[in-house]
């Protein structure tokens, strides 16, 4: 499987999932007040990064799908802001 069109790396791909995830986090990061943006914790998005890293080195795209997480863990980290007295 790893030789087949669909198991090769394309940057191009990859840099528009990036640029999509980004404009989601953008979006929502969008809505906080500069007080909320200074104490808002994304630390949790770490874990996911060093994934997309290590895929992004190895050229596998499956692997790559990590940046959902990264994503998720993001918008769940301003959610949580959120509800805990962070942005109205």
Not at 6 to 26: F, I, P, Y
């Amino acid at each position: 499987m790893p030789d087949t069109p669909a198991a090769q790396w394309d940057a191009e791909w990859a840099h528009d999932l990036s640029k999509d995830a980004l404009a989601r986090l953008a979006k929502r990061y969008a809505e906080f007040s500069s007080a909320d943006k200074e104490v808002l914790e994304l630390s949790t998005q770490v874990v996911w990064a060093e994934r997309m890293h290590a895929a992004g080195l190895a050229n596998d795209p499956t692997a790559f799908r990590a940046l959902e997480g990264w994503v998720r863990v993001g918008l769940e980290a301003m959610e949580f802001g959120r509800v805990e007295g962070g942005a109205a």
